[in-house]
């Protein structure tokens, strides 16, 4: 089960006949037999790894869409059958689009997408790839998500890890880094450069707020489990490092090389030194520097950027300084200069750990902003004036522009400008935005509470964006306006949302809580997403008998977002319910999560929960409750020690 090894394949699966398959490559046999079985032969003519090989049977409904011809196939369980295309609709524009920045059609003869339970994620089997029941949504559901990038991730691979298989784990970047690279391409193609940078953005966050990842380098010769090897690095930070390339070179050259290394390793097995080459041969440049320090060297730039205008001499330094340990970054960068109405870029390098910029001009810039295409992967400190920040939210245009001022501006809320940031953004343009700047607002400030206020009345009612109209009906609870309680029930009576019906029932809980639990009586049956949690915590706060099956069932879905955020109010209800059926239901729940899914190392926290639980069925003079405590405890230790 190594990647470099390669195969092609016959699978017979004699099931059921009731039942539906699903394997790689194409259906040539089916064949009934008299005992109600049916036997499925699947063939897979192309050599691919082993580890891309996979079964599926089940009670599955199956959509058929299509590619030039090939089969594009939906396995969904039967009730979300009618969302199918919903879901993985845009799957053959997206074969197109890859199909066509790579100069490489898709390569198999059939592509497949199916849900199944109980599996971790998605898995990019060749011509077969299987996610887990998430993805299952109503049309409802998917209008309250933001950018999901898992289909996409798994469609790249089809190119990326199943045409050419990285040779060895310690080059799994050249598969999980570009299927990471093309959920990025996707979204600046599909969505818009503001979705593609906020998710790049997000990944970088991720990667740089675990600090022992830093140390591991994107191509690793050593590791003691290649389960090492799926992390951070080889995710988050190997999509950005290849992004860096992408902008480096240039999207034609950059495009042409990803032809030649697929072209030259079709069906084969490539290292990262073979990409090395096809980038070079592409773009006529020497890359060696690029890969050895960001393939095989460890770490990050760790950047602090000072800025200094001289009126004498007319002329702006910019102070550049790497901080971190270990090696020292070579950066290429753009560097734009605003001053006078006009911008002008300048394209520099960083080959040291001290750098000085000088830029000559006429009068003092509005703004510097290194890293103007913001694709360094770094950690940065700017050291901006307010008003400088300020200048480049309005006028800088990427997302991270935006996001660096907003970010800025929360630091210093009680600063004039730094309140005109942020009331700036909560008009911007993307949503995301929008919801940073919520999210930012420090309400407990008068003068920027007051100011913000009627902008925040507005997005309640009619941002176009869920998830920010959610975001400002929460917002604007925490505001104690008076007379706002109608803005609320007209959003949880008129919205299809489940973002925003769940926001307008927590703000009404926070109003006129008994009118509260009256209105998730009436939602209870169609609830998903943050209704359902809304309704969740109402019943946890104000329920009894009656509403216990409802809080129960939730709970015992794995999905459920009460558990773990939740699992103190569902004790808390488990130790209040007058029925002690109920209670020990709710007590075997909380046992058998940390059971089930070997939550051990958070036993003390919920052995904690159920010793409360216990002290509430003891009020209620339930001591066959408090004793079922005492058991499920006791369950919990034996479970852990074996």
């Known amino acids: 089960d190594e990647p470099n090894q390669k195969c092609t394949g016959d699978i017979s699966l004699t099931v059921p006949a009731k039942y539906v398959t699903l394997s790689n490559g194409k259906l040539t046999a089916q064949v009934k037999h008299d005992d109600h079985t049916r036997t499925d032969t699947w063939k897979m003519e192309l050599p691919i790894s082993p580890y891309l090989f996979m079964i599926a049977v089940g009670n599955f409904s199956v959509i058929h869409d299509n590619w030039h011809g090939k089969p594009v196939d939906y396995y969904m369980e039967p009730q979300y059958a009618p969302d199918a295309k919903a879901i993985f609709g845009y799957t053959p524009e997206a074969m197109s689009f890859f199909s066509k920045i790579l100069g490489v059609d898709y390569p198999w003869n059939k592509y497949a997408q199916i849900r199944v339970r109980g599996f971790n994620g998605g898995m990019e089997n060749a011509t077969a790839t299987e996610f887990?029941?998430?993805?299952?949504?109503?049309?409802?559901?998917?209008?309250?998500?933001?950018?999901?990038?898992?289909?996409?991730?798994?469609?790249?691979?089809?190119?990326?890890?199943d045409y050419v298989t990285c040779e060895s784990w310690s080059n799994l970047a050249l598969n999980e880094s570009f299927a990471d690279l093309g959920e990025i391409l996707w979204a600046e193609y599909k969505y818009g450069q503001d979705?593609?940078?906020?998710?790049?953005?997000?990944?970088?966050?991720?990667?740089?707020?675990?600090?022992?990842?830093?140390?591991?380098?994107?191509?690793?010769f050593h590791y003691a489990d290649k389960q090492e090897m799926f992390d951070g690095v080889t995710y988050?930070?190997?999509?950005?490092?290849?992004?860096?390339?992408?902008?480096?070179?240039?999207?034609?050259?950059?495009?042409?090389?990803?032809?030649?290394?697929?072209?030259?390793?079709?069906?084969?097995?490539?290292?990262?030194?073979?990409l090395r080459l096809a980038m070079e041969e592409a773009s006529g440049l020497d890359l060696n520097w690029f890969f050895n320090q960001w393939f095989y060297g460890?770490?990050?730039?760790?950047?602090?950027?000072?800025?200094?205008?001289?009126?004498?001499?007319?002329?702006?330094?910019?102070?550049?300084?790497?901080?971190?340990?270990?090696?020292?970054?070579?950066?290429?960068?753009?560097?734009?200069?605003?001053?006078?109405?006009?911008?002008?870029?300048y394209q520099i390098?960083?080959?040291?750990?001290?750098?000085?910029?000088?830029?000559?001009?006429?009068?003092?810039?509005?703004?510097?902003?290194?890293d103007a295409e913001k694709v360094l992967l770094a950690k940065k400190s700017d050291h901006k004036a307010l008003s400088e920040f300020a200048f480049q939210y309005a006028h800088a245009p990427l997302y991270v522009d935006r996001i660096e001022a907003i970010n800025a501006a929360g630091a210093n809320q009680t600063d004039s400008m730094a309140q005109h940031i942020l009331l700036s953004a909560?008009?911007?343009?993307?949503?995301?935005?929008?919801?940073?700047?919520?999210?930012?607002?420090?309400?407990?400030?008068?003068?920027?509470?007051?100011?913000?206020?009627?902008?925040?009345l507005r997005l309640a009612v009619k941002d176009t964006s869920n998830l920010a109209r959610a975001e400002a009906i929460e917002t604007v609870a925490k505001l104690n306006v008076p007379d706002v309680i109608d803005i609320f029930k007209q959003a949880l009576a008129n919205s299809t949302s489940y973002a925003v019906q769940g926001a307008a029932l927590n703000a009404i809980l926070q109003t006129d809580p008994k009118e509260a639990f009256t209105l998730a009586k009436q939602y209870e049956k169609d609830s998903k997403g943050k209704l359902r949690e809304a309704i969740i915590s109402i019943y946890c706060q104000s329920g009894g008998n009656a509403e216990w099956p409802f809080v129960d069932y939730c709970f015992a879905d794995p999905n459920s977002p009460l558990q773990y955020r939740f699992t103190g109010r569902f004790a808390a209800l488990a130790g209040s319910v007058s029925n002690p059926v109920y209670a020990r239901q709710g007590i075997d729940a909380i046992a058998n999560l940390v059971i089930e899914l070997k939550k051990f190392n958070s036993m003390a926290t919920f052995v904690k929960v159920l010793e409360k639980v216990?002290?509430?069925?003891?009020?209620?003079?339930?001591a066959s409750s408090a004793e079922y405590v005492d058991k499920a405890i006791s369950r919990m230790n034996a479970a852990n020690l074996k």
């Open 132 to 161: 887990n029941e998430d993805g299952q949504s109503s049309p409802r559901e998917l209008a309250d998500l933001p950018y999901q990038s898992g289909n996409v991730h798994e469609l790249f691979h089809q190119w990326f890890g």
């Open 195 to 220: 979705v593609a940078d906020e998710h790049l953005y997000l990944g970088e966050q991720g990667y740089l707020g675990n600090p022992e990842q830093w140390k591991e380098s994107l191509i690793r």
């Open 236 to 274: 988050q930070k190997g999509g950005r490092i290849l992004n860096m390339l992408r902008h480096y070179l240039g999207n034609a050259a950059f495009d042409k090389g990803l032809h030649l290394y697929l072209t030259a390793h079709a069906l084969g097995n490539a290292d990262a030194q073979q």
């Open 298 to 345: 460890g770490g990050h730039p760790v950047l602090d950027i000072a800025y200094r205008w001289d009126e004498a001499t007319k002329k702006q330094s910019v102070y550049l300084k790497q901080t971190q340990p270990g090696q020292t970054f070579t950066l290429p960068m753009a560097v734009d200069i605003y001053a006078g109405g006009q911008k002008k870029r």
């Open 349 to 370: 390098w960083m080959h040291d750990r001290s750098d000085t910029l000088t830029f000559s001009g006429l009068q003092k810039p509005d703004l510097v902003n290194v």
């Open 426 to 456: 909560l008009n911007d343009r993307y949503y995301g935005l929008r919801i940073k700047a919520m999210q930012t607002l420090d309400l407990s400030d008068k003068t920027i509470s007051i100011a913000a206020e009627r902008i925040l």
């Open 614 to 622: 216990k002290a509430d069925r003891l009020k209620l003079n339930d």
